[in-house]
């Protein structure tokens, strides 16, 4: 398997990728509250892949997984109790971390993790962000088994109905 960034010719593809995930997680537990063909769906692929922030793990011709890798918290990070104040631009966030459901339990999260870790130090930054919805139980633990810390539940400022607030963690170096 193997990391890297997603392509225009791949929008379609990843666009279903993260549909047949969501349409996975609404017959199981959806616990990131994603929605079927609304988030994450084509459109948002387009955008990232255009922003050249969508990757991909692929294992052999298949898409194992997809994240999005960038500098925007597409919120109002600053409402966050961080431990360290870092200006925008001074730390990567880590979005729309999906995995096919016959590769969760394998230890690709933590994979994913340390690639964006190494990605965000390579470039420079002094740390790696993310926003969780709060009952998001698998992804508070892969977070805090890779070294995260919880800075507390805030408002964004997403305007997203039933998700009022976000958990945020942070890693630090």
Known sequence: MFIRKSREDEITAV?????DVVFWLDH????????????PSEPFVREMTTART??????GR?????F??????????QKGAWSRELSDGSYLVLHALAIAPEYQR??????IVRFCVDKAKTLGRRALRVDIVP?????????????????????LGRGIENIPVFSLYELNW
Do not use: T
């Open 135 to 155: 009952d998001n139980w698998p992804a508070k633990k892969l977070y805090e088994k890779n070294g995260f810390v919880y800075v507390g539940d805030f408002d």
């Open 62 to 66: 298949r898409i194992a997984a997809a």
């Open 28 to 39: 199981h537990v959806n616990y990131p509250k994603w929605m079927y063909k609304i988030y």
């Open 15 to 19: 666009g279903a990728f993260y549909d």
């Open 106 to 111: 394998r230890g690709l999260g933590s994979e």
């Open 54 to 59: 969508q990757y991909l793990c692929i294992d």
């Open 68 to 77: 999005v890798l960038n500098d925007d918290p597409r919120g109002d990070y």
